[in-house]
């Protein structure tokens, strides 16, 4: 029998065909005389050879390289590194931008967490007084995560304030507790606390919620997102559709992160498009699994897996349903508008049927 058109598709965690979930190793990696290239995104070794722990790392294989990776450096440019004065210990972050919500509770916390757990912070990971580098890309976040860290700012640089080669005596990489796409550690959501302690003070409610069982249904819309932003074209006739059967309406990025955490905290599902106002869930840690998550989205191949390691991570059941479809004349560029492959009403009650029957 063909499939019913009017039918969204509903897959599991099991059906996306993931690899076994990655549990990062703790830790840090210790590198001697290193060498540090004015604007690159990651170290070398003293014989010029990209230090992969240093760069950014996504994928299944861990072969993705978002920023670039380090082309080998030649003997005259080691030379030049060899010569210059020597940082005598730093602390190197593969990534470390403030500017993405989705990204700070993901790869963010995953490499600044260790640094914010630890009781003596960056001293207590890289000695008395090291410096902080990070890569190019995160020169914009150097100030803010000074504040953050409780550091001088001239303590914290980036590869782009460097005039010419240098070198690093010591160089410390902590591990980080999240790789997209490719593990996240249990680690990781003491990590997210952290950040979200330190940038939003919710640590004590936090706690509180933390013990919080959830009753209700709640939906995490996108529909008053600003122009340019991923959007659902009709999103509004789904949600009124929702309300109607007993669902809440949260717009995240109208309310402050605490009150965004009560929402999720009073909810036994928590449904909504792939993105970033899913990821808010993994301040609950473990705590998390008498809840369901649901994602809207289109083809599986278009499925963010960091949500679906991250549900599989705190044993959260998770359903993913296959229906929306990029508008036809996004083909060419970025795709930020997604209609309905049915009726918004259909979804509706699809999703109110996943709510409320079993979903193990």
């Known amino acids: 029998m063909p499939p019913d058109p009017e039918e969204p598709i509903v897959l599991r965690v099991a059906d996306f065909g993931l690899p076994e979930i990655a549990e990062p190793p ?16 990651g170290l070398h070794d003293s014989a010029g050879r990209p230090i992969e722990e240093s760069c950014l790392r996504r994928g299944f294989a861990l072969d993705y390289y978002p920023h ?30 403030m500017v993405h919500f989705g990204h700070l509770l993901t790869e963010f916390a995953g490499n600044v ?25 995160s020169h914009g976040s150097t100030a803010a995560l000074a504040e953050l860290l409780g550091v001088p700012v001239q303590r914290v640089r980036s590869t782009a304030d460097l005039s010419g080669p240098a070198r690093a005596v010591s160089a410390v990489i902590p591990r980080p507790s999240m790789m997209n ?14 950040v979200l302690d330190r940038l939003f003070g919710v640590g004590p409610r936090l706690a509180t919620l933390a013990e919080t069982s959830g009753v209700g249904k709640l939906y995490l819309s996108r529909s008053r997102l600003a122009p340019g932003m991923r959007r659902i074209r009709d999103e509004e006739a789904m949600e009124a559709d929702l309300a109607r059967r007993g669902w809440r309406i949260l717009h995240p990025q109208e309310l402050p992160v605490a009150e965004q955490l ?8 928590i449904a909504g498009c792939v ?4 990821h808010l869930l993994m301040a609950f840690g473990e705590g998390a699994g008498g809840r369901r998550l649901i994602a809207l989205g289109s083809t599986v191949s278009r499925t963010n897996p960091n949500v679906v390691l991250q549900a599989a991570r705190q044993r959260v059941p998770f359903r993913h349903v296959v229906c929306l479809e990029p508008e036809a004349d996004a083909a060419s560029s970025p795709v930020h508008e ?17 709510a409320s029957g079993a979903l193990v």
Request: aromatic share 6%; with cysteine.
């Open 68 to 97: 670039g990776r380090p082309k080998p450096l030649d003997a005259p440019s080691r030379a030049l590194a060899a010569a210059s004065d020597p940082f005598r210990r730093i602390v190197y972050l593969p990534y470390a931008r």
């Open 26 to 41: 703790d830790g840090m990696v210790e590198l001697r005389n290193s060498v540090l290239w004015p604007g690159a995104n």
């Open 113 to 137: 967490g260790p640094l914010l757990a630890h009781p003596q912070g960056v001293d207590g990971i890289g000695g008395e007084d090291c410096v902080l580098l990070v890569s190019a890309r």
């Open 181 to 194: 796409r490719h593990g996240l550690a249990t680690r990781h959501f003491s990590h997210v606390r952290h």
């Open 338 to 354: 997604f209609g309905f492959m049915m009726s918004p009403a259909r979804i509706a009650e699809r999703l109110d049927a996943l």
């Open 275 to 278: 993105g970033s106002a899913l």
């Open 262 to 269: 009560e929402g999720l905290a009073a909810a036994h599902t």
